[in-house]
């Protein structure tokens, strides 16, 4: 989907082009545009959604997950080749404590690293339009999507909301072939 980004000296501007974009019918919500910023802002300065996440369900699945694997792994082992000493019980619960605790942390250690990279959104294999001004140079970035015509209307609203540059995500494709 083509992209436009344009480049901001100040989060003013930058919020001013977020507004103007809303108010031309571009959806934060659906992913119509986002912001780029090099150095962090507090939430909803520049008018953008927050986005909701779903985060907090990962440890809490990888922990029943981990719970439930130290639970079998223990279990099935001393009932699959009992080991059976002076009348004492074949599921012996100290050692099954230690490894169900063991299981449940990593389990929710492994799936609390994975839901972060999915609600991250990486690795981000389709790339985007980008311009290295951001970090560098503090600009602030404003990029839409969408069909060529809605593409080339964000791009005259960035101009009218006093954009230092727009870029195309054909020139940058072109920039990083070459």
């Not at 942390?105 to 339009?129: D, H, K, Q």
């Amino acid at each position: 989907m083509p992209q436009v980004l344009g480049l901001f000296k100040t989060p003013e501007l930058a919020a001013d082009a977020a507004q103007a974009l809303k108010n031309a019918g571009f959806d934060p919500h659906k992913g119509d545009y986002d912001i780029l910023t090099g150095c962090p802002y507090p939430e909803e300065v520049f008018g953008e959604h927050v986005a909701p996440h779903r985060l907090f369900l990962f440890p809490i699945i990888g922990a029943i997950c981990g719970f439930v694997a130290g639970l079998l792994i223990t279990g099935g082992m001393q009932i699959t080749y009992p080991m059976i000493t002076g009348g004492k019980p074949i599921l012996s619960i100290p050692p099954m404590v230690i490894i169900t605790y063991e299981g449940t942390m990593l389990g929710a250690i492994i799936f609390t690293i994975l839901g972060t990279l999915f609600e991250s959104r990486l690795p981000n294999l389709e790339g985007g339009v980008y311009d290295p001004r951001i970090t560098t140079d503090g600009y602030i970035g404003v990029v839409a999507q969408g069909p060529a015509e809605r593409v080339a209307e964000a791009e005259a609203i960035f101009q009218r909301a006093g954009a230092e540059d727009v870029v195309r995500e054909a020139a940058t494709a072109a920039g990083r072939a070459g």
